[in-house]
Nanobody, 124 residues
Framework: QVQLVESGGGLVQAGASLRLSCATS????????MGWFRQAPGKERDFVAA????????AIAESVKGRFTISRDTVKNTVYLQMNTLKPEDTAVYYC?????????????????WGQGTQVTVSS
């Protein structure tokens, strides 16, 4: 069973940076895609970024492109989301997710494993 544990959230001012981490365990060869999603109060859970373990192919949502970067450490089995120049509209619970597929995807329904989420709050 894949287990995902997020960390690194917090309360910051606009313009600051945060790095979220997602420690993984129980992952199999087929679980090649990792993603970050976020959900603000009263809104749907939206795609933020994804990356493949093999090859490190990445995808980023247009809303955060140029500010957020996703990366992975194959030794530590950890995925990161570096968030720079944070804005109040980035405030949300950020979730790490894993998909049992080989090629990258942005589709929420294709991610079958989820972490518990970490709160990111950006004040103006």
């Amino acid at each position: 069973q894949v287990q995902l544990v997020e960390s690194g959230g917090g309360l910051v001012q606009a313009g600051a940076s945060l790095r979220l981490s997602c420690a993984t365990s129980g992952r199999t060869f087929s679980t090649n895609v990792m993603g970050w999603f976020r959900q603000a109060p009263g809104k749907e859970r939206d795609f933020v970024a994804a990356i493949t373990w093999r090859g490190g192919i990445a995808a980023i949502a247009e809303s955060v492109k140029g500010r957020f970067t996703i990366s992975r450490d194959t030794v530590k089995n950890t995925v990161y989301l570096q968030m720079n120049t944070l804005k109040p509209e980035d405030t949300a619970v950020y979730y790490c997710a894993a998909a049992a597929r080989s090629s990258i995807t942005r589709i929420r329904e294709e991610f079958g494993f989820w972490g518990q989420g970490t709160q990111v709050t950006v004040s103006s």
